[in-house]
């Protein structure tokens, strides 16, 4: 990219607007997510949606952040929201950096300001 006499190249990856760069998103994270073990394994591009109980979902978020951290992409928690049963007990770490919402019987009660 040029701007007056400056020139801004680009080092990695597709250019902003790339149609092609979704794809090769997704062609990138598709093995990790079908790797994992959650009964409900949802994902568009870069917003997942995991279900089951806690100790595998737990184990798949530990996996998805360790994974891809290997491949230079970072889980930011504080963005995460977790909607677990009033009566569940959430112990893990990263999950705790989680918004939490709580629902009964399906429908949420409580959700994060």
């Keep these: 990219m040029f701007h007056g006499p400056y020139t801004v190249s680009s080092q990695e990856g597709p250019q902003q ?3 092609v760069g ?4 997704c062609n990138t994270i ?12 949802l994902g568009f591009l870069d917003d997942v949606s995991l279900g089951g109980p806690v100790g595998t979902v737990a184990a798949d978020i530990a996996r998805i952040a360790k994974e891809g ?4 992409l970072h889980l930011i928690a504080s963005k995460c929201e977790l909607i677990a049963h009033q009566q569940s007990v959430v112990t893990d770490e990263l999950i705790g ?17």
């Design 17 to 19: 607007g790339d149609p």
């Design 69 to 72: 951290g290997e491949m230079g």
């Design 30 to 41: 598709q093995p990790m997510l079908s790797s994992l073990e959650s009964e409900l394994n």
């Design 22 to 25: 979704p794809l090769l998103f």
């Design 97 to 113: 950096c989680t918004s939490v919402s709580w629902c009964r019987t399906g429908q949420v009660v409580e959700r994060p300001l």
